[in-house]
């Protein structure tokens, strides 16, 4: 029979073997699955590589995608390195739209184009901030399950958004076809090198939150109720303040995400502009082990099926929906191979300790 | 008037129920799969085209069946055997049964269901049930299917509170170190109702792609496996208040229009909300009262080991 | 006719690694007696009980049930040849209700047999006086009546033979009570049982023989009616043992914490700590002795602020710091060491290096919002070199490193901030002789230094020889505080059984 024993000792380059296995492991699994479905899986991953970076076009594209992703992930990275299962991401980027749009519609022509911008962003921050608080705070105060709760707010943001589109925000210019009116000129953030400024925010965030996590006193005392919340309170730190502190942290990245994407791509406001970056971004931070740094590379991969995928939708008339499969048997791969990580199988001698 | 609203409530309800029941008998097992809109889609895409390629309705429901099973059997080896994180295993199942659904589908999009298969699903009046004043009318003159829902609950809460297994269901999702003290296979457990939670999950996506909107089209579940999420909480878990729930959702998925064409100005969107305030609510009363009875299974979410020796 | 005892286990020996919990131990227990198995913490009892109840196998020596002999390789085969265990911490399911924990993973059929089910338990209720509602939920028991339902759910899988550990730690008196008579009912009625336990007291009224262990052996097996208290205690504690582990006297003495009639409650809200005064002064050791579950542990986490205190005062200094939570202590400048039982669940964060075990104490009192760490560093190497702690490097985490090192670091860590008391739970728990010897020195230092120590050990030689004054502590309460010089083993492990002290020493 066979034993499993925790392994208490895996070098980190042991780990990150038995991680590119298991990608590599995932890529074969699609490879023969793409082949059932009709297609060539050497052309299919090879176009979608080129699809995502062939052309200076298309490498703007993939970054376009690519920086939602890095500052949601960054968001969700500070609430699970406290074990604060903040499913929400969708959420609160939405109400950071929101509250992102309500400033463009209203003081665009107040103010100069960037006060307008920063206005947007912080309020956006701080409706995002406001929206992962609330389940923070019942969390703290009566154990509320954070995971149903953050997913649930989900659906709240997505459904006011929807009623604010289809109702007292809905563009009476738009001919009948229900949407919010586009934003203003001083609304819109800025282009550098060809791709909304949104990248230079996302360079500067991964910088910022690895420093905040690794040099910063409240980055420690997160990581530290995160990892044993008993030391946590023999230290003598005010366990309430660290979560609360997180969660606004969290939420207000999250935001930041959603007035990036209502201001620089969608240029108004509407119930699609999250597209998923909420979930994806639980993804890839958990692939990036909750390390900063690595948040970048797991996005930027994420982004490069994405965008393959969009482009061997019109190249090769593959649906996009095989890019979905993809990811999520990659995901199956990475989720099973951390089991090899944290133990090792042994078979069962006869005599037991 | 009333009457014609709850009886579409009920059908709008029925996937529901059915999905909610299904992830609720999974989460009595202790694990928590946030993939049924996953299952769901792979449910009614597997549903739709084997109802289309075979014309026949048990093979279509047996496809649908086989397709949510699947979807969850990979949940269960990755969650129970493995130990792998439930929530991100989760979400893993639902962006792959999407892709799986999108990709399956997109022959059958703009297609309905075939004539063989919707005249099964015709309303059949039960004799005398039906002629039961107020109710009669709204509960008894629906499908094979709904009525396969009233059974199913029914089964499921004897299953739940009156049999052997079922207590030992209970004592896997509260305490898996105490049931595996007690000689109960916890691992075996998990599996099973793991598997019957998402086989349940694909029955209700395929009756949604079959009977409720008879039309394939792309992301036909439109988040309505989040909804049965919630509602298992909205529901404490339990089989029947699940199914009123579902109902009361149907409903109130098909009120905004109702209201509308009364001439109340409502709108339908801030109705939509309310099923999810609402489950918040639940939520935080449910942890706050502290009355055990509505909180979910102790052991949710946590992986089961016993430490070898 | 020689009938064949219930249970016989003979020259049973079992090692843990290079940990002898049991050598060469004989067991005979009789059908329709009450046989105490009696023993310090530590002295092979659970190993051995754990042997009878399938989750360990002996490495030599046989075992007997009713004459057969048996080899057990899991949990199920004893449960089948009448063995029952019940545990200290209950394995019950909250939400359910008696009844439906007693039948959980048992029986046959479909559907659960209500009303046979009820009248199988009301059997055997009258058969052995056990008071119980089938239909009460399990979260609305006492503790007393969860106990009453675990030996039901045994008796209802058919065991003859029980083993109960602990079975009254968890009882108030009157519980206790009940359940001498239920024992007294069913070894009435030709059961078998086995009750671990320290309780002299519970063990001179209930048992009719008793073993007594130590260290791993058999001592001896005694008849209880033809037995003394005074007899029990030397054979638990034996002769005392020269360590020598140095003492020095420190004349100059400042007070330094002063407790006042403290009462403390655990989370079922019973007395984890009643009435407790005692001062510590600068320059000496004050060891703790007691059986586990006294209180000692309730007692360190409340002076370090860890637990809410109901009534009673700790002077620190002459400041009142109760109410106060670790950061407030920290905040105030109070320099107090505690080095807790659970060295990687709360001392420690085991993912962590050395360093950011280090930042724990430190990072509170440095300013602005980014960590320093090179001070840590220089602190870090100075530690490891000083205490000699075997790591692969300061930027190895914690868990990795063995029982005595992480012991070092943490003591380290403590000594490292000048404390001027020094809290330390069980130290040399676990550890081998070489590095217990360097934490008595290290503690001796801190002695010398004018810091006041709180010891609370284990191991009652330790206790006499490095120790100037012992606090005994039983159930709660102080039973006595005396010299170290001058009482004997056989008066604290009168003590720490509930006795009272022959003669107290307040102060040195």
Known sequence: MLKIIKRDDVSKRQSILIRFMAIALSLVFSGVFILILGYNPIEVFGNMVIGALGTEMRIKETIIKAIPLIITSLGILVAFKMKFWNIGGEGQIIMGAFAATYIALNYADDFSRPVVLILMMLAAMITGGIWAFIPAFFKVKFGTNETIFTLMMNYIALKWVTYLQYGPWKDPNSQGFPKVANFEVNAVLPSLFGIHIGWIIAILLTVLIYIFMNYTKRGYEITVVGESIDTAKYAGMNIKAIVITAMLISGGLCGLTGMIQASAIERTLTVSLSGGYGFTAIITTWLSNLKAPFVLLTSLAFAVLLQGGSYIQIAMQVPSSVADMIQGMILFFVLGSEFFIRYTIALKTKEVA | MWTAFLFAAIIAGTPLLFATLGELITEKSGNLNLGVEGMMLMGAIMGFSVGIWTGSPVMAMVGAILAGAGGALIFAVLTVSLRANQVVTGLALTIFGTGFASFMGKDYVGMVTPPAIKSFFHAVELPFLSDIPYLGPILFKHDVFVYFGYVSILVASIYLYKTRRGLNLRAVGENAAAADASGIPVTLYKYIHIIVGGALCGLGGAYLSLVTIPVWQEGVTSGRGWIAVALVIFASWNPTKAMLGAFLFGGLDILGFRLQSQGIPVSQYLIDMLPYVATVVVLILSTKNNKKENRPPQDLGVPYFREER | ?508
Do not use: W
Request: charged residues 25%; aromatic residues 4%.
């Open chain 3, 1 to 508: 006719m020689q009938q064949h005892a219930a249970i016989e286990m003979r020259n049973i020996s079992k090692a843990f690694g290079a940990i002898k919990a049991n050598e060469n131990v004989d067991l005979e227990v009789r059908s329709g007696e009450v046989h105490a198995l009696l023993g310090e913490n530590g002295a092979g009892k659970s190993t051995l009980m754990n042997m009878l109840s399938g989750i360990y196998s002996p490495d030599s020596g046989s075992i007997f049930i009713k004459g057969t002999e048996v080899h057990f390789s899991s949990p199920k085969q004893p449960i089948k040849l009448g063995i029952g265990m019940i545990h200290q911490h209950f394995k019950l399911i909250d939400i359910l209700t008696a009844k439906e924990n007693i039948i959980l993973g048992q029986g046959s059929g479909f559907f659960v047999k209500g009303k046979a089910l009820s009248q199988e338990i009301r059997h055997i209720s009258d058969t052995y006086g056990l008071d119980i509602n089938p239909d009460k939920k399990v979260y609305e028991m006492s503790v007393g009546e969860k106990q009453t339902l675990e030996i039901i759910k045994v008796l209802y899988r058919g065991a003859k033979i029980l083993i109960m550990d602990e079975p009254t730690a968890v009882l108030t008196p009157q519980e206790i009570k009940r359940l001498f008579g239920i024992l007294r009912n069913m070894r009435d009625q030709g059961c078998a049982i086995i009750i671990i336990t320290h309780k002299l007291n519970e063990v001179m009224e209930i048992s009719d023989r008793i073993t007594v262990l130590r260290k791993g052996r058999t001592i001896a097996t005694v008849e209880t009616a033809k037995t003394e208290v005074t007899d029990l205690i030397e054979m638990m504690v034996g002769k005392s043992v020269d360590l020598a582990i140095a003492r020095e006297v420190i004349p100059e003495k400042k007070l330094l914490l002063a407790v006042d009639n403290l009462h403390v409650y655990d989370s079922e809200k019973r007395h984890a700590l009643s009435e407790v005064s005692f001062d510590l002064f600068g320059g000496e050791i004050l060891g703790v002795a007691g059986v586990a579950g006294s209180g000692q542990k309730e007692l360190c986490e409340t002076i370090a602020g860890l637990i809410h205190v109901e009534k009673g005062r700790i002077f620190f200094d002459g400041d009142n710091i109760v109410g106060k939570n670790p950061r407030d202590i920290i905040r105030l400048g109070i320099r107090m060491g505690f080095i807790p039982e659970d060295r990687l669940g709360m001392g420690l964060v085991a993912s962590m290096d050395i360093v950011h075990n280090l930042i724990l104490k430190d990072y509170q009192n440095q300013p602005g919002i980014f960590l320093k760490r090179k001070h840590i560093v220089e602190k870090a190497h100075k530690i490891v070199k000083r205490l000699d702690i075997q790591t692969p490097g300061i930027y190895s985490p914690v868990r990795k490193l063995s029982g005595g090192n992480i012991q070092k670091v943490l003591l380290g860590r403590e000594i490292d901030s000048n404390p001027r008391v020094l809290i330390t739970a069980y130290p040399v728990r676990g550890l081998d002789i070489g590095a217990s010897y360097k934490i008595y020195e290290l503690l001796n230092e801190q002695k010398r230094l004018g810091v006041g120590v709180l010891f609370i050990g284990e191991d009652l030689d330790v206790l006499l020889e490095l120790c100037d004054r012992i606090m005994v502590l039983f159930d709660g309460k102080v039973t006595g505080i005396v010299d170290a010089r001058s009482v004997t083993k056989e008066e604290i492990g009168l003590m720490m059984a509930g006795g009272h002290p022959v003669k107290e020493a307040l102060s040195c």
